[in-house]
């Protein structure tokens, strides 16, 4: 198929996939949305020239290629089975979730079964980018799969990279995540310690902003722990929590020692146990875990 003629259906509509969607429908192509809880951005969509779907079996049968932005490996895998019967040979399925790759690679051989191609194409960056259409995407997928959804994916993200085979790009995002988890940790926990030894924040921000140290994600987590900005990173401690365990899953698959890991995982896992699990518990917030767990108001 050409690019011009492709039918693409969207499956996940929330923080990241709205401005996703919403780029995909305004730069050309034909789209179909599906409602889950909340349907402020589906009507959005369809206000801009997308259709809605009634069920992901209807939406199956009238894309070509079906992009699902979801929570994760469980959500993924219902998705699919969903949509599995209005599926047509020759179609391609793009999961852009943070996933386990064991799950990708067990989807992509059942769907190879019936002629339906699969990929992994996670994102990094935030729904600010994801709305401005300036995600960065590593996609795991066949070349010629890749080549074919190349141009779709383009249209909301600026950086695309083709990490290889169907599961290397959401064993790249897992990866990518467990080094800015990390650092949510490192930073939760320096601040902290500064607070202590009686550096205030404002000059522990000083210090490092405009340094070596200072970087993009930085800057997005001091929005709340500085600024007090509740929406400066608007992602989940919980998702952040599932995708440190889905690292370690990964890890142990390949006798890999990771105390880095467990110790980054145990403080979302501290922060979850004690009031973090909220759908508005984003991840900046685990620095008043931290803080709390060690006396500090």
């Not at 996670?122 to 590593?138: F, H, I, N, Q, V």
Request: glycine share 10%.
């Amino acid at each position: 198929m050409t690019a011009a003629s492709e039918k693409i259906g969207f499956v996940g509509t929330g923080l990241m996939g709205h401005g996703m969607a919403k780029n995909i429908v305004e730069k050309g192509y034909p789209l179909t949305v599906i409602a889950h809880r909340n349907r402020k951005p589906v009507e959005d969509l369809v206000s801009r020239g997308a259709t809605e779907a009634a069920s992901l079996e209807e939406l199956a049968r009238g894309c070509s290629i079906i992009f699902l932005c979801l929570t994760g490996a469980p959500e993924v895998a219902a998705a699919v089975a969903a949509l599995k019967p209005g599926l047509a040979k020759g179609s391609v399925i793009v999961d852009c979730s943070t996933s386990d790759p064991t799950v990708t690679l067990r989807l992509a051989a059942e769907l190879a079964e019936i002629g339906v191609d699969f990929a992994d194409a996670p994102l990094s960056r935030t729904p600010k980018e994801a709305w401005a259409g300036t995600l960065d995407c590593m996609v795991g997928a066949e070349d010629a799969v890749f080549s074919r959804i190349e141009p779709v994916i383009a249209t909301w993200a600026a950086k695309i990279v083709h990490i290889g085979a169907i599961g290397d790009g959401h064993k790249m995002k897992l990866l990518n995540n467990f080094l800015s988890l990390g650092y949510a940790a490192l930073y939760s926990e320096a601040l902290a310690m500064s607070r202590k030894v009686g550096i205030p924040v404002a000059k522990f921000d000083k210090v490092i902003r405009g340094g070596r140290m200072d970087c993009g994600f930085y800057q997005t987590f001091m929005g709340y722990a500085l600024e007090g900005n509740r929406e400066a990173h608007k992602f989940s401690l919980s998702n952040a929590y599932k995708d440190m365990r889905y690292v370690e899953s990964m890890a142990n698959a390949v006798t890999l020692a990771t105390p880095m890991t467990s110790a980054v995982k145990n403080s979302f896992a501290s922060a979850m146990a004690t009031g973090g699990d909220g759908p508005e518990d984003y991840v900046p917030h685990l620095s008043d875990f931290v803080a709390r767990a060690n006396g500090l108001k």
